[in-house]
């Protein structure tokens, strides 16, 4: 697709938005541009980011909603409203149901800090130096209704170290991070990511859909 646009979601302060913004405005080829900021808690960080950078934000908080399917179709309906080809989960701390996911199929990516299938869920950080990993990372990939379990796009390791705390090995895994989800990103705006099954085939610039 060309000049995509893409929705941000994130709960938190925003450092792998941040990244995307940098690469977004930096790389003239690029491919998409940002077109909605959204959030599932109105102070997050990543709203004040979005908002120093010119881009609209949208924020329904899970507490603003009687249950949970209301609150996602609401969340989904204001993101809808900027008509984004491609939704990134850039530290979006809740899970997405297959409603979300089907109105932008295959077109839903996300960041996590393991290297995947191994270390999912919200504390793979913590759980990487309880069980005593030699090696972690992150991977990016596209979600699916599991959690931390759809196909991977590309993935990234990271050594742990023996000093290592929770916050210095998820600085360096952040690090790493700000560098591969954008590059993934730009490769959904450039339509080079294939599924064969649960394998994503990454084709050449030049090779036909």
Same mark, same amino acid.
């Given at each position: 697709?060309?000049?995509?646009?893409?929705?941000?979601?994130?709960? &938190?302060?925003?450092?792998?938005?941040?990244?995307?913004?940098?690469?977004?405005?930096?790389?003239?080829?690029?491919?998409?541009?940002? #077109?909605?900021?959204?959030?599932?808690?109105?102070?997050?960080?990543?709203?004040?980011?979005?908002?120093?950078?010119?881009?609209?934000?949208?924020?329904? $908080?899970?507490g603003d909603h009687p249950d949970r399917?209301?609150?996602?179709?609401?969340?989904?309906?204001?993101?809808?409203?900027?008509?984004?080809?491609?939704?990134?989960?850039? &530290?979006?701390?809740?899970?997405?149901?297959?409603?979300?996911?089907?109105?932008?199929?295959?077109?839903?990516?996300?960041?996590?800090?393991?290297?995947?299938?191994?270390?999912?869920?919200?504390?793979?950080?913590?759980?990487?130096?309880?069980?005593?990993?030699?090696?972690? &990372?992150?991977?990016?990939?596209?979600?699916?209704?599991?959690?931390?379990?759809?196909?991977?796009?590309?993935?990234? $390791?990271?050594? #742990?170290?023996?000093?290592?705390?929770?916050?210095?090995?998820?600085?360096?895994?952040?690090?790493?991070?700000?560098?591969?989800?954008?590059?993934?990103?730009?490769?959904?705006?450039?339509?080079?990511?294939?599924?064969? &099954?649960? #394998?994503?085939?990454?084709?050449?610039?030049?090779?036909?859909?």
């Open positions: 697709m060309s000049d995509a646009r893409l929705a941000v979601l994130a709960s &938190g302060s925003g450092t792998n938005l941040q990244a995307l913004i940098d690469a977004t405005s930096s790389d003239p080829d690029f491919g998409g541009r940002i #077109v909605v900021v959204g959030s599932d808690q109105h102070d997050a960080g990543a709203l004040g980011r979005a908002r120093d950078a010119g881009i609209p934000t949208v924020a329904e $908080a899970l399917p209301t609150w996602e179709k609401a969340l989904a309906d204001a993101v809808a409203e900027h008509r984004p080809d491609i939704v990134v989960l850039a &530290g979006f701390m809740k899970l997405v149901s297959g409603d979300f996911l089907n109105r932008w199929p295959n077109n839903v990516v996300n960041t996590h800090p393991s290297l995947l299938p191994g270390l999912r869920g919200a504390h793979a950080v913590r759980d990487a130096l309880e069980h005593g990993v030699k090696v972690t &990372g992150c991977t990016v990939h596209l979600v699916d209704e599991h959690v931390d379990h759809g196909p991977i796009i590309a993935q990234r $390791a990271v050594d #742990v170290r023996p000093d290592d705390t929770e916050e210095s090995l998820h600085e360096r895994i952040k690090a790493v991070e700000h560098v591969l989800l954008p590059a993934c990103v730009k490769l959904l705006c450039h339509d080079r990511i294939r599924l064969e &099954g649960r #394998v994503v085939r990454i084709t050449s610039d030049n090779e036909e859909s």
